[in-house]
C-alpha cells in the first residue's frame, strides 16, 4: 500500500463571501491561512480564477444535468473553498448557503466501517470471525448463512448477501416517504432470496451488509450504531453538522431543499424524509466542512490504529471500468493527474453526493440536491468535479487573503 501523509493542520480566519443569487450562476467563499513562498509561487497560476473548472462542472450540474442546486466544499492546508451553483428552493429561488447540510446517503457506510474497526483494534470485534458470532440466527434462508460470512466481507461487500433495495421500487419508497422501516424488516427483504454468490467468492454493493453491520455495532457495545457514531467520531473531531437522525424527518439547521424527479411531471419536494429507510447503510446527515474534516482525519491515522487503517485501505477490485477498488467502507479512485484519491459516494431521496482526499489531506466534498431524476451525465459529472478539485493547484493569494 503506498504512504499516506499526515494532513497540515490548517488555521482558517473569517470567510468572504461573494454571492450571485441568478438560477445556475456560480458564487464562492474562501477562508486561507498563512501563505509560504511555494504557495505564492503557486498563487500565479489558480488566483485570478480559483477552481473555474470546478465551478463550470457545478453550472453544468444545475442546467443541463438537472439539479435545482450543487456545492463544492474543496478543504486543504491553505484553507476552504465553497462554490455553490443554483438554489436552495425552487419555491423562493434562494441561493445554496456555503454551510448547508444535506443527506449523505452511502458516505455513512465509510462512518460505520470506521466504528467496526475501531471495535476491532479493541479486540471486542475479530475482521475473520463469522458474522454468526456476534449476529446468531439473523443470516439464515435460501442459502444465506451468518456461519460462512465473516465481519471483513461486510464492510467490504464481498459477502454475496442480496441488496434489499433492489426489491424496493424508488416509487414505493416516495409513496410514503415518512414511514418508520424496522431493520430486521429489511433484512428480511433481503434475505428472502439466494445469495449473489458465495462468499468471497465475487463482489457486489450491497446496502443490507451496512445494516447489519449496524445491527454488530448495537449487540457488541450495547448502544444502536448511531450513538457510537456521535461518541467515537463526530464529538471527537467536533462535526457540528453531522447526525444521525433515527427516525427525524427534517434536516436541522440551514439546508437546501431536496427534490426527486420520479417523472416528466417535474420536481418532487422530498426534503421530509424518514431515513430508516436507509438504516446503516445511508442515512447520516453532514456537511461539505465536516465531511472534508472526517475523511482527512481518517486517513491520516487520527481515527484508526495503522493495522486497522491498513485493513480499511486494502482494496479489491470492483469491475468498474474507472478503476475504482472497495476497501472496508473506503474506496480508492484514480486521479487524472496521477495518484489515487480515497472516498465514497452517497444516494439518497432527495440528495446526491460525492467526497474525497488524497494522500496529502487535499479533501472535497460534492453535492447536489436532486435524487433520482438527475440527467445520465449527473454522476460523471459530480466525479469529474472531485477529481478536478483535488488536482488543481491551490489558491493561495501572494498576499495571504482570500480569494473569491
Known amino acids: 500500500m503506498p504512504r499516506y501523509a499526515r494532513m497540515v493542520g490548517a488555521t482558517f480566519a473569517a470567510a468572504a463571501a461573494l454571492t450571485m443569487s441568478t438560477y445556475g450562476s456560480v458564487s464562492a467563499a474562501q477562508t486561507t491561512g498563512s501563505t509560504t513562498g ?11 480564477a480559483p477552481y473555474a473548472d470546478v465551478r463550470e462542472i457545478l453550472q453544468r450540474l444545475t442546467t443541463a444535468d438537472g439539479a435545482p442546486g450543487a456545492l463544492a466544499v474543496v478543504s486543504d492546508a491553505h484553507g476552504r473553498t465553497v462554490m455553490t451553483s443554483g438554489v436552495a428552493d425552487t ?5 445554496i448557503a456555503a454551510g448547508s447540510r444535506f443527506r449523505i446517503g452511502s458516505m455513512t457506510k465509510t462512518f ?10 479493541e479486540h471486542r470485534v ?19 448463512d451468518g456461519r460462512d460470512i465473516t465481519v471483513r466481507q461486510l464492510l467490504q461487500h464481498t459477502s454475496g448477501v442480496p441488496n434489499y433495495l433492489e426489491y424496493l421500487t424508488p416509487q414505493q419508497i416516495l409513496d410514503d416517504p415518512l414511514a418508520h422501516h424496522d431493520v430486521r424488516e429489511l433484512v428480511d427483504i433481503a434475505l428472502a432470496h439466494p445469495p449473489l454468490f458465495s462468499p468471497g467468492t465475487g463482489w457486489k454493493y450491497s446496502n443490507t451488509n451496512y445494516l447489519l453491520a449496524g445491527m ?6 450495547g448502544h444502536p450504531y448511531g450513538q457510537e457514531i456521535g461518541r467515537r467520531i463526530i464529538h471527537r473531531l467536533g462535526l457540528r453538522d453531522t447526525s444521525v437522525p433515527g427516525d427525524e424527518t427534517g434536516i436541522p439547521g440551514t439546508h437546501p431543499r431536496g427534490y426527486a424527479k420520479p417523472g416528466p411531471s417535474g420536481l418532487l419536494d422530498v426534503t421530509e424524509f424518514n431515513p430508516s429507510i436507509a438504516g ?12 472534508d474534516r472526517f475523511l482527512g482525519a481518517l486517513v491520516n491515522g487520527r481515527l484508526l490504529r495503522p493495522a486497522e487503517l491498513r485493513a480499511m485501505m486494502t482494496t479489491r477490485p470492483t469491475g468498474d471500468s474507472s478503476g475504482r477498488a472497495y476497501g472496508l467502507g473506503l474506496q480508492s479512485m484514480p486521479l487524472p493527474c496521477g495518484g489515487l484519491y480515497w472516498g465514497h459516494d452517497g444516494d439518497i431521496v432527495g440528495f446526491k453526493t460525492m467526497g474525497g482526499v488524497t494522500p496529502d489531506g487535499r479533501a472535497v466534498t460534492v453535492m447536489a440536491n436532486l435524487d433520482p431524476g438527475g440527467s445520465n451525465a449527473q454522476s ?5 468535479a472531485v477529481t478536478t478539485a483535488l488536482c488543481e493547484p491551490s489558491p493561495v493569494a501572494p498576499s495571504g487573503h482570500g480569494v473569491s
Open 380 to 384: 460523471t459529472d459530480m466525479h469529474t
Open 112 to 121: 460505520v466501517a470506521t466504528v467496526v474497526l475501531q471495535l476491532v483494534g
Open 126 to 144: 475479530e475482521l475473520d470471525a463469522p458474522v454468526e458470532r456476534y449476529l446468531p440466527g439473523v443470516i439464515r434462508g435460501n442459502g444465506n
Open 280 to 291: 446503516a447503510s445511508g442515512a447520516m446527515i453532514s456537511s461539505g466542512a465536516d465531511l
Open 216 to 221: 454488530l455495532i448495537e449487540k457488541v457495545t
Open 91 to 95: 419555491g423562493t429561488n434562494a441561493p
Open 38 to 48: 511555494a504557495a505564492r509561487a503557486r498563487a500565479a497560476v489558480s488566483a485570478a
